[in-house]
């Protein structure tokens, strides 16, 4: 009897806890929640804003793009060289005067450039890929790596002009050309075409110091 009594008064009873008088909170789903606080935050809706109207103007130009290519053909081509600003592919030009101009890479393809003036331009590999220049004026023009294939190149004055390198395959006719002081180094023509060329080939190119029979390989 004693025994059991030294053990229950050494033995603490640990106190009740206090009853709560607090109301039990609400819970919120977690999704209610995010949203909530997302709407709270005005960063957030600025962002969001922000890359809406990023969204929108991006769009607006890629529909804008897509427009105008098919509503104007021309304007896919404007800028028809790194230094032509202006349309020249396709295009007739019968008669326009590019003397002097520094016209490298323009795109000429299919145009029509009859008695046009190209005396002193600078035309390094421009493309003539099927143009007509028939009484062109050609002279002194830089036309080294010009690109000549199928060209009409009739009556053309090619006096002094420097055509290094051009391309000049398939049916390019100079018929009828002037071609005193001109050099043709490395250009691939037809036999008949060179053929007839060295017989009217005469005079040395003043910028390459060659000799325009030479340059054509001329017997």
Sequence with gaps: ???????????????????????????????????????????????????LEDFAKTGLLALL????????????????????SEVTRGQDLTGKDFSGRTLI?????????RQANFKGA?????????????????????????DLPLANVAKVNLSNANLEGALATGNTSFRGSNITGADFTDVPLREDQREYLC???????????????????CN
């Design 1 to 51: 009897m004693a025994h059991l009594l030294n053990v229950s008064l050494c033995t603490k009873i640990p106190p009740k806890p206090p009853l709560s008088l607090t109301k039990p909170s609400l819970s919120i789903p977690r999704f209610l929640s995010l949203s909530h606080s997302r709407c709270a935050n005005p960063q957030a809706l600025i962002l969001n804003k922000q890359l």
């Design 65 to 84: 793009s897509v427009s105008l290519f098919f509503t104007d053909p021309a304007l896919a081509f404007k800028g028809g060289g790194p230094y032509g």
């Design 105 to 113: 890479k323009q795109d000429f393809k299919t145009s029509i450039l």
């Design 122 to 146: 600078k035309l390094l590999g421009a493309s003539f890929f099927d143009a007509d220049l028939t009484g062109a004026d050609l002279s002194d023009a830089d036309l080294r790596s010009a």
């Design 199 to 217: 017989k009217v080939a005469d005079g040395v190119n003043p910028t390459t110091g060659n000799a325009t029979r030479d340059t054509l390989l």
